[in-house]
C-alpha cells in the first residue's frame, strides 16, 4: 500500500532586494517514489501562475539540514540554527527561499517513519519511470 505524506510550510521568498516575501508549501513525500521529496508551490507563488513542484532526493534534503549540499538544480544548506536556505535553478531564473528548519526536520523523520533510510525498494519506481520513457517500444 502506497503511503502519502503532506505537510504545510511557510518558506520565505528572498528577493534580489533582500526582501523576504512569505509564500505557502507543501511538503510531499510517497512511498512509491521513496528516494524523493516534493515541494509545491501555489499558483500565486509562481511568475506564470501556475502550480509549481520541485521534486528532488530525500538524501539531498537530509545533508542540506547539516550542511552545504546540492549540485544541479537544487541547493540546500542550514543559515543559522533554526532556519534552511533552499536555492532552485530553472531556464527562467533563480528562487531563493528560506524554511523553517524545525518543520523541514520534522517532515523529514515522517518519511523515515514511513519508509527508512536504505530500506528503500526502488524496482518499482524504476521500472515505472522506464515504462514513462519508453512506453511500449
Not at 504545510?8 to 526582501?19: C, G, N, S, V
Not at 518543520?103 to 514511513?114: D, G, N, P, Y
Amino acid at each position: 500500500m502506497d503511503i502519502s505524506l503532506e505537510q504545510p510550510a511557510r518558506a520565505h521568498l528572498i528577493t534580489a532586494e533582500e526582501q523576504e516575501l512569505p509564500v505557502p508549501a507543501t511538503l510531499r513525500y510517497i512511498s512509491a517514489d521513496p528516494l524523493a521529496v516534493h515541494i509545491d508551490f501555489p499558483p500565486e507563488a509562481a511568475l506564470d501562475g501556475e502550480q509549481v513542484t520541485w521534486t528532488f532526493g530525500r538524501a539531498l534534503l537530509e545533508a542540506g539540514l547539516r550542511g552545504p549540499a546540492g549540485s544541479g538544480d537544487v541547493h540546500i544548506w542550514p543559515c543559522g540554527g533554526g532556519r534552511t536556505i533552499m536555492e532552485f535553478h530553472s531556464p527562467y531564473g533563480l528562487a531563493l527561499l528560506q524554511f523553517d528548519t524545525p518543520a523541514l526536520r520534522r517532515f523529514l523523520l515522517r518519511t523515515f517513519a514511513v519508509v527508512a533510510p536504505g530500506q528503500e525498494d526502488v524496482g518499482a519506481a524504476v521500472e515505472a519511470g522506464l515504462n514513462s520513457l519508453f512506453g511500449s517500444v
